[in-house]
């Protein structure tokens, strides 16, 4: 494909700029650049073409399949996308008089109230994504120790499944991290568990499922023991997709969460964001949410300062069109609707995993949204790996699943159907894995050079990562 | 049921069958009987259509001005007409990050040319492929000048509020000092006394908060010689005319994506630009896209240097970003391809136009300039008659005018989007209140 | 040449030494993509970490066999980290001048036993 870059020609240009009659101010030639940036000159055809061709080496959700776990890669909905599009929701300045904005309070308003029934805490919409938001939890926590005069509370505990973004928030947050082991069910060992809490606990960090897609029916248990140890409980909701309108964070122990609106609430992905990573406390954490909350005010709706604030995590109060769309997904929802997607996501998510039963190490086992596979036993028999299959997935017309995650499995991937597939394409889809894996004991070669439909065959990553080349060359 | 959920009654009958299940209930059999929920405290959902009529009543409460002179943060300029369709291709939008090279090589070739154009603008060597917004891609950048033995940093004197609130929540590890201002600059001398061998890097807005334009080289010289980070925090636009960054000697840009592409949108989302030297590339945090071949020896676009990040490196990563606002980075790169530099440096210029003649045009009426310094298109004002009275006359005649910075002071902002009628009516209306 | 149990070498030369990684720990980590080392002057304690390898997929840490000060860093490793699983032995990383040795040095037999 050429580049923009290759389309340029000196003297082609798309822009165009509202006409001005005011006459030229001149900046004295000390503030001036030499030269103008080099940036590609183009016509307004060669921006459509261009991003066009581009698109069309891109796969999204309305391509095809997309089980990645751990991502809910869920339909995303176009009336979400026509109401997040509105005049009234773009063209506004974040610091119009509160009165000018009523709409767009009212919404936040309204969508902290839906999650706050969802998940039962009191919401802060400002953290642009979900690890942005584990940096705002923790914060809280931390804050609500030292409000406490509990200086000693520095560790935050994580389980050696959790996702990456645990350890390297708390990490920035400057608390300690004490990793915990799992049991064989990706759960939480309870034993060890309770050699590590202490009065230097200031938090356990769980999700629930966890990252092998199973529900941790101790999690009561996990409560009482950090609570006692006068920590809090943090949840990583980036599995709420399997337990939304069935169970609620703060009823099961939790303190702290985080949402990801980009995952659960159907908010596009946008080839790697924006995202939202709204979060949420229980009352006696309230008065340390990032500042300004939306509350109301008689009638209408204003911004308000939580008393102990820890400030802002970024300028002006979330990703305020992405909030839209997952207003607009919950409002058409609704308290029936919401469940249900999670309980279809754990019913899609059950028959994929009970269709690929001959190659699943736990057969038999419920799963809830997600699961697990090992490839363990076909890598040492025939030397093809969980990545092989996965690149030979794309040959058959399929978004791979999740690779190499949680790192307590080997050879693993991870698979994430979510609610919104058809029953026929999760039968298709198993019959292609099914012939995959045969075709690595009969033709494992061509397994491990695929795929081989594709534009591009495997990258090179060690060559892109000892002499990176990270822009184009002029 | 959901509408998104494509179900029939005979798939769930089969699906049932399959699994040996009678009900969805019995998927949760091992969730504790105590906590499931009997039904959510929430309305019970309506169709599409009600949901996009009431919510387009509640995108009608929100009132658009008929001229827009405030800026701070969030500016409201043109954004193209291509730009804002081709960014509606739902290959892009609904594409997760491109972690799967084979399939996604016009998202990862999208991000090399968004980091390609901001080192453009920027001067710099490399740029990632997106923060969460301008302040936070500063609060990293003074982040990744901090080491064992240098623990502060100072600020420029005129700084965006809200990112000053942004930076002491995230930099709690280190000590910030503010510089001293001198006629509404940086005060070069006080500067000078602060910068001391543990001092790791100076952060300047250029132009700055209040709109002036900085003698960014000269303190780019005195960061320096005692061997800090110099990071420059642009207002993009102005890189269509002023000098960049690297030519000011910074060792990390960053810069409020919004104004080149992105629609106000009450705060977000916004776009974290971060660019830096190749010196410092290892420690630059977020997503980056390189260039490599692929097994056939073509060329191929990958994420590369992954192990500076959150998967790899866990509690030892500099950064925890994972989702970053990469289809904002699309269409940044998009506004800044039908832009060329031309119509970078055209936009850039009506700017300045555009506020200088503000400016002219409310001294005339009595509104003076606070500071007699260069400013790019934001200015401070100052009078003797309260701000509130001068922006209420504005609102009651359907314009937003500048920010309240203080009981007295404006702070006025012109973009491409003010007209000279805007202009001359604002001055009229302003005199009116100063009489 | 004696090892830690963390797979680095150790070559002593009076009261200097040069420290690199062995054959195994270089094969175990795959293509080696860069090697992030400290500067000449700089102060390597005994047991802890003073460099990071990276791969495309993993980081390591390194750990010093020695206490002392650092007085060459090898470039070369530096511009082709491929030199490190090319020839581990020789693609040294650090020379120091040694003040103290670390008591939990295994021998090249005692090492050999160690990684079977």
């Known amino acids: 494909m050429l580049t923009i870059y290759d389309r340029s020609k000196n003297g082609r240009h798309a822009y165009e700029m509202p006409t001005s009659f005011v006459e030229e101010y001149n900046l004295g030639k000390e503030f001036l650049q030499d030269k103008m940036p080099e940036l590609p000159q183009v016509s307004e055809i060669d921006i459509v073409r261009h991003y066009t061709e581009l698109s069309s080496h891109a796969y999204g959700v309305d391509n095809g399949f997309y089980p990645l776990g751990s991502c809910t890669m869920k339909y995303n909905p176009k009336v979400n996308e026509i109401v997040a599009g509105f005049d009234g929701f773009n063209n506004i300045h974040p610091e119009q008089p509160v009165k000018s904005v009523q709409g767009a309070l009212e919404l936040m308003y309204k969508l902290s109230e839906q999650l706050k029934a969802i998940t039962g805490m009191n919401m802060s919409l400002q953290p642009a994504a979900g690890a942005h938001g584990e940096f705002t939890g923790l914060k809280v926590i931390k804050a609500y120790h030292e409000h406490n005069k509990d200086f000693k509370r520095t560790k935050i505990i994580v389980p050696d499944s959790a996702h990456g973004t645990n350890p390297a928030s708390a990490a920035l947050v400057g608390l300690e991290i004490v990793n915990v082991p799992s049991n064989d069910d990706g759960g939480v060992d309870i034993e060890a568990l309770k050699g590590v809490v202490g009065d230097d606990t200031a938090g356990l960090m769980l999700t629930n499922p966890n990252t092998l897609g199973l529900f941790d029916a101790n999690i009561e248990k996990i409560a009482e023991i950090v609570h006692n140890a006068g920590g809090l409980l943090y949840y990583d909701g980036a599995n709420l997709n399997a337990v939304m309108g069935v169970v609620r964070p703060a009823d099961t122990g939790f303190d702290v969460v985080h949402l990801n609106i980009h995952k659960t609430f159907s908010t596009p992905h946008g080839g790697g964001g924006p995202g939202s990573g709204a979060m949420g406390v229980v009352d006696k954490l309230a008065d340390f949410l990032p500042t300004p909350i939306v509350v109301k005010d008689g009638d209408s709706y204003k911004f308000a300062e939580p008393q102990y604030t820890i400030g802002k995590v970024k300028n002006y109060y979330g990703n305020f069109l992405v909030l839209v769309r997952a207003y607009a997904y919950i409002r058409v929802l609704g308290a029936t609707g919401i469940k249900d997607a999670s309980q279809k996501a754990v019913l899609n998510a059950n028959y994929l995993k009970y269709k690929l039963g001959s190659i699943d190490y736990q057969k038999g086992r419920k799963c809830m949204h997600e699961f697990v596979l090992s490839m363990e036993k076909v890598h040492n028999e025939t030397g093809v790996s969980a990545l092989d299959l996965a690149k030979a997935m794309i040959d058959a017309n399929m978004h791979p699943p999740t690779m190499y995650f949680p790192l307590i499995v080997h050879e693993a991937l991870m698979f994430e159907p979510t609610e919104t597939e058809t029953k026929e394409t999760l039968d298709d889809v198993a019959v292609k894995i099914l012939e995959i894996v045969k075709n690595a004991y009969s033709n494992s070669e061509y397994l491990k050079t695929s795929p081989h439909t594709t534009y591009i065959g495997r990258p090179d990553e060690v060559i892109a990562a000892r002499q990176p080349i990270l822009k184009i060359e002029k | ?435 | 040449m004696k090892y830690l149990s963390s797979h680095e070498w150790l070559k002593q030369n009076g009261n200097l030494a040069k420290i690199g990684i062995s054959a195994f720990a270089a094969e175990e980590l795959g293509d080696i993509v860069f090697v992030d080392l400290p500067e000449v002057g700089d102060e390597v304690i005994a047991n802890e970490t003073f460099a990071e390898i990276e791969s495309v997929k993993a980081v390591s840490e390194v750990n010093s066999p020695v206490s002392g000060t650092v007085v060459a860093v090898n470039e070369a490793v530096v511009d082709s980290p491929e030199s490190v699983n090319e020839d581990a032995l020789e693609a040294w990383f650090i020379e120091v001048e040694v003040t103290e040795v670390s008591d939990k040095l295994l021998t090249e037999d005692e090492y050999q036993a160690s990684i079977e």
């Open chain 2, 1 to 435: 049921m959901s509408i998104y959920t494509p179900h029939t009654k005979g798939d769930i009958k089969e699906m049932f069958e399959a699994l040996n299940i009678s009900s969805l209930d019995d998927l949760y059999s091992m969730v504790p009987k105590g906590v499931l929920l009997d039904k959510l405290d929430l309305p019970e959902g309506v169709s599409q259509a009600d949901a996009e009529i009431e919510i387009k009543k509640m995108a009608g409460k929100n009132h658009i001005y008929s001229a827009y002179l405030r800026g701070n943060g969030s500016y409201y300029h043109y954004i193209p007409a291509v730009v804002r369709k081709m960014a509606e291709r739902s290959e892009f939008v609904t594409a997760y990050t491109p972690y799967q090279a084979e399939l996604n090589q016009g998202i990862l070739q999208s991000i090399f040319e968004y980091q390609t154009m901001i080192c453009d603008i920027t001067g710099m060597d490399i740029s990632n492929a997106s923060h969460y917004d301008g302040a936070t891609a500063s609060a990293e950048a003074i982040l990744m000048c901090s080491d064992k033995k240098r623990n502060k940093v100072i600020l420029a004197p005129f700084v965006n509020d809200d990112t000053k609130v942004v930076f002491r929540t995230y930099l709690n590890s280190m000590e910030i000092i503010e510089a001293p201002s001198k006629d509404g600059k940086v005060d070069l001398a006080g500067l000078s006394a602060l910068l001391e061998n543990d001092v790791a890097c100076f952060y300047l807005e250029q132009p700055s908060a209040i709109g002036i334009i900085e003698q960014a080289k000269e303190i780019g010289e005195l960061v320096h010689s005692v061997g800090a980070k110099f990071i420059i925090k642009s207002y993009p636009i102005a890189l269509g005319l002023i000098a960049n960054p690297r030519d000011c000697g910074a060792d990390i840009a960053t810069a409020e994506g919004q104004s080149l592409g992105l629609p106000m949108a009450f705060g977000g989302p916004y776009l974290g630009i971060m660019a830096t030297t190749k010196a410092m590339q290892r420690k630059l945090p977020g997503r980056i896209v390189g260039q490599t071949v692929d097994s056939r020896g073509d060329k191929a676009y990958v994420l590369t240097l992954q192990a500076r990040e959150q998967h790899i490196r866990r509690e030892k990563a500099s950064s925890n970003i994972c989702s970053n606002e990469a289809l904002c980075a699309l269409i940044t790169s998009m506004y800044l391809a039908t832009m060329g530099p031309e119509g970078l440096n055209k936009v850039a210029k009506i700017c300045v136009n555009n506020a200088h003649y503000l400016q002219k045009e409310l001294e005339k009426v009595g509104l003076k300039r606070k500071y007699d310094v260069e400013f790019f298109n934001e200015f401070v004002t100052t009078s003797d008659v309260l701000a509130n009275k001068i922006l209420n006359k504005l609102d009651q005649n359907d314009i937003l005018g500048g920010v309240m910075l203080n009981d007295f002071d404006i702070l006025w902002c012109a973009t491409e989007m003010v007209s000279k009628n805007d202009i001359e009516k604002t001055a009229k209306l302003v005199g009116e209140v100063l009489c």
